[in-house]
């Protein structure tokens, strides 16, 4: 992007759209680096007005405070080694003796360590994204250019050392400098205008480095599951011709491409992707080729598996139907373009992705198109809960109407553990209102710097439902949000999560509500969307009629009288 292009898209931002802050920490002057941080995000968020707030030049780490303590909801940090030590840019002059590296290596520990501190306190207010010095260092070691110095290695470890500290922090993410445009270093600075203006980056360097910002705070939600077909696609050959053994991945035959998209699906599965099979063959013999012992992932993490001579798309409907999950949060892989072909057309929000086969080129460049379709910047408990908990309710749907009896529902010996802490460290509420669909309230998204303002007011009211029974524990699966009002409860959002359907927890949500709160009702900030059937379904079964302005109501002695058994124990969790 141009700054012209830039320019063009700050002055057509639309008037009337909801306003978005951000604050761009950096020591030197914002300059091009913010009015091209704003296009890329006007870009990302074409119906949002964006403004960018900047603190004052030279001081980084007074920035950083800044930033958190303004009414920002998401932060840009740009750190370069200037800001560590003004002796390592170009407009401070203290020398490069062996005394001065010495005193520079110090002083980047302390400044530092105390980066970090602040970088806590930024990342507990509002999203960060992180991205470390991108300008090449002064010659301040003895060697020469193509070797690297014991100064450069130490200053760099420190750092390094630093990113991830931080990067464990929530809501902390450390750019990828490897990510975005391939420009060196050197080509990365604008050594004149640095001089002259205290502005270092030329502008295809300022571009890329807004790009990455914004890619990094507006991640696109990520894909639930992958379906992936086997013949030439998990394995190389046709195993009802060539049998379970002489199907190959491996690299004495030239296959490894396949083997390494085993490791990437092994992978995806331990960060909680759901990965389906379904193939065109004898379900006896791709069984046998799963049970090979040489595989490079566990064959065990495939569920469902279907194999038969049916079309592709049948397969994939019935997995989605066990998964439970909407045809645009899957992956489906397959080497065959006429396979591929079929199931788009029979489900055409699904991304459809034609398997490389040998060309090891084109395969390490698809393992890096899955990571960006399936990668999430934290890994939840739930996340690795999710496998275990579709095969139980896969076995609670062959059980029947049964599963919902409360004879049965009683012998689950349930645990429903409401916790009603405001805690802005815990990514999973968010994630829950943000990806969750069926169970929706209102289908209300929310930032994750607007989440994190409202768990600072005292009159927010949220929980957080965790269930296990004798099936195993499903993890963190409702959440309900919202403000109380002297003897009114105003729930804002509610969500639960699909896994969790069938076992009367949001009766026993409600019922947790009434007590703690001890209000005479709840109204609903109710709206029927596309999706959000079972959660109508909720009310019509409990008889609560939303009214002409999408407010649903439900008072404390309707509720009681109206229930039902309520099957589970129940604990809490308080501050």
Known sequence: MTLNEALALINKQ?????????FLVCGCQSLHLATLLQAHLLKRLPRNQVQIL????????????KAAESNATSAAVVVEWSDIDPRLGLRSSGGWSAQATQDILATCRQRLAHFRNEVRKLGARMPVAWTGPTLPLPPIGNTI????????????????????????????????????DQLSSSARLDARMEL??????????????????????????????LITDLDETLWAGIVGEVGPEGVSWHQEHHTQTHGLYQQMLGHLA????????????????????????????????????????????????????VWNINEDAVVFIDDNPMELSEVQRAFPGMTCLQFPGNQPAKGWNFLGDLA???????????????????????????????????????????VVTVSWRKDPSDKRPLELINKTNQFNLNGLRIGEGDWQRSLERPETVLAVISYQDKFGPLGKIAVLAGSQCGTVLRVSSWVMSCRAFSRRIEH??????????NVQDIHFTFAATERNQPLQEFFHALGVAPGPEGEACISRVYFKEHCGVLPHQVSSLTE
Do not use: M
């Not at 996340?383 to 059980?399: H, N, Q």
């Open 145 to 180: 250019r193509a070797q690297k110095s014991v100064v450069e290695l130490d200053l760099e470890q420190q750092l390094a050392l630093f990113q991830l500290d931080i990067a464990q922090i929530p809501g902390v993410r450390v750019i990828n400098p490897a990510c975005g």
């Open 196 to 225: 002259l203006a205290g502005f270092p980056y030329t502008i295809p360097a300022a571009n890329a480095l807004a790009s990455c910002l914004v890619e990094v705070l507006h991640q696109p939600s990520p894909k639930k599951g």
């Open 372 to 414: 960006d379709l399936f990668g999430k910047p934290l890994v939840l408990e739930e996340d690795r809960l999710r496998l275990a908990s579709i095969r139980a309710a896969a076995e609670l749907r062959d059980i029947g109407a049964q599963a919902s009896s409360p004879e049965f529902l009683s012998s689950l010996q349930g």
């Open 14 to 22: 639309p008037g009337d759209g909801s306003l978005n802050v951000y």
């Open 54 to 65: 900047t603190g004052f030049y030279g001081d980084f780490s007074g920035n950083l405070a």
């Open 270 to 321: 331990d960060c909680g992707v759901l990965v389906g099979a379904c193939s065109k063959n004898e379900l006896s013999t791709v069984q046998a080729a799963l049970a090979r012992t040489d595989l490079f992932f566990n064959p065990e993490t495939l569920f469902p598996v279907y194999a038969s001579w049916n079309s592709k798309s049948a397969s994939v409907a019935e997995t989605l139907r």
């Open 508 to 517: 026993h949500t409600l019922d947790a509500l009434f007590q703690r709160f």
